[in-house]
């Protein structure tokens, strides 16, 4: 009997400090409204010349804020595969870092896998879809590609800001199962060789504890996901 009030005390605690880290993050992001700002002020530089370290160099609070005042992108212009960076911030940014890399592509823990891009295509005038693109290393040294993790594409209002606009949304729930199924992404663009993206996933708070990412072009050519 003392064995399972130990163990459900333990439980306890660990449930409330993910409870007072996911708090945290979320507060850590900031208002879920734009504070007025240009992107240009926000970065520092001139959007369109603006690079990954220029973002990644910035407060979650600001990565967040850019955001918001950066571009809707006209369905149909994101073609391709693109290639991903994750930015960093906040005290939940290392653990998501370890689940996008060595979680998210199977679901299971694979410590020779990293997340490097998103690919889309257009099937619609209104819809597409894609994939997510990650490395695996194999015994013998070489490395893989795979494409996995397919979604669903389209421009529909935010769930992460209170801005009022429209986002290219990704939707995982046609393709994906477990926690993977309530993944979402948004994406706008900074400039044509640069996205801005923010995901979350229900079991990590929904759309108020975004992680957010960057997509880089030019892209390559559409492959299609493994089958």
């Not at 926000?42 to 603006?50: E, H, L, S, T, Y």
Request: proline share 4%; net charge positive; charged share 25%.
């Amino acid at each position: 009997m003392e064995t399972i009030i130990t163990i459900g005390i333990c439980i306890g605690v660990l449930v409330g400090i993910m409870l007072a880290l996911n708090i945290i993050n979320i507060l850590q992001a900031g208002s879920k409204k734009p504070d007025g700002r240009t992107m240009e002020e926000i970065i520092g530089v001139d959007p369109a010349k603006a690079t990954y370290e220029d973002v990644e160099r910035l407060s979650r609070k600001d990565k967040m804020q850019v955001f918001y005042a950066a571009e809707t992108p006209e369905f149909g212009e994101l073609e391709g595969e693109y290639k991903a960076g994750l930015l960093s911030g906040g005290v939940l940014g290392k653990s998501s870092e370890l689940f996008t890399h060595h979680v998210f592509p199977t679901g299971k823990i694979t410590l020779g896998t990293r997340w490097v891009g998103k690919a889309f295509t257009k099937e619609t005038q209104l819809t597409g879809r894609g994939y997510n693109l990650f490395t695996k290393k194999n015994r013998t040294g070489s490395t893989d590609t795979l494409r996995i993790r397919e979604i669903k594409t389209g421009i529909g209002p935010t769930n992460i800001g209170k801005d009022g606009k429209l986002s290219f949304k990704i939707d995982y729930r046609m393709f994906n199962s477990g926690a993977v199924k309530s993944m979402r992404d948004e994406l706008r663009r900074i400039n044509d060789n640069l996205y801005i993206g923010a995901g979350y996933m229900g079991l990590g708070g929904g759309s108020i504890n975004p992680a957010p990412f960057v997509l880089m072009g030019p892209p390559t050519s559409y492959v299609g996901a493994d089958k």
